[in-house]
């Protein structure tokens, strides 16, 4: 007997009752044939007006017709994607690559390329195999520093653990302390902003990740590369 909990789908099509829709979609096509019907009938009537008339209207028509064909059987998807892993084992699962790029410090402030890297590293995948790369093409010395300083306040940090639930209280004193550590580094990256107080590192290429002692570095998770020095 097969799992069921292997066989359920990842997704499934749900479709659409549009029945009142279809029903005024099918009175409007019967409408425009008796106008080209009607249009036929007296072409020999009317000359070259009519004739214009009937083209211009049949293109009508035709297009209608295609629009309508994409509409008229409408689906929504419902993804499952906590059925991932009991379909499929976690070594088989692929290496996941994630690039951010970014070119203006003003147009793109340093806070919003880090609330993207950290958005990123934080889908529901082993993090041994999500990589995230940032490549700045405005050797922004802004955006290399935040990045490097959001290092320090969470892809350091090994602590953390899968609560199973988001109302269990371990759950709630993690959430608490990460709100506290980004609130502290969303002020100090607004500081370097306003005052260009930018503690200064080494501007070279940088390559960041989450050292763990059993991985190799081409496996470890969690990986930045600001390329602040190259375009």
Avoid at 38 to 44: A, G, M
Avoid at 125 to 133: G, I, N, Q, V
Wanted: one cysteine or more.
């Amino acid at each position: 007997m097969a799992n069921t909990t292997t066989s359920l789908p990842l997704f499934e099509k749900i479709p659409r009752k549009n029945t009142i829709q279809r029903g005024f979609d099918i009175i409007i096509f019967f409408l425009l044939l008796l106008l080209l019907v009607y249009r036929l009938y007296f072409l020999n009537h009317y000359g070259f007006n009519w004739i214009l008339a009937f083209l211009c209207e049949s293109w009508f028509t035709f297009t209608w017709v295609l629009v309508i064909s994409t509409k008229w059987t409408l689906v929504d998807y419902s993804t499952y994607p906590d059925r991932l892993l009991q379909r499929v084992p976690e070594v088989e699962l692929p290496s996941v690559d994630m690039f951010v790029t970014t070119a203006d410090p003003v147009l793109e402030p340093p806070i919003i390329i880090v609330n993207t890297v950290l958005s990123l590293l934080a889908v529901d995948y082993p993090s041994h195999k999500l990589a995230c790369y940032v490549s700045d093409d405005g050797c922004s010395p802004l955006t290399y520093y935040s990045l490097v300083e959001a290092s320090k306040y969470f892809l350091g940090d090994d602590s953390t653990t899968d609560s199973g639930s988001d109302t269990s209280s371990n759950f709630q004193q993690e959430w608490k302390r990460m709100k506290v550590e980004y609130e502290q580094l969303s002020a100090k990256i607004e500081d370097a902003v306003q005052n260009q107080n930018i503690v200064p590192y080494d501007l070279t290429v940088f390559d960041l990740r989450n050292r763990h002692k059993k991985s190799s570095n081409r496996t470890q998770g969690n990986s930045i590369e600001p390329a602040t020095l190259l375009s």
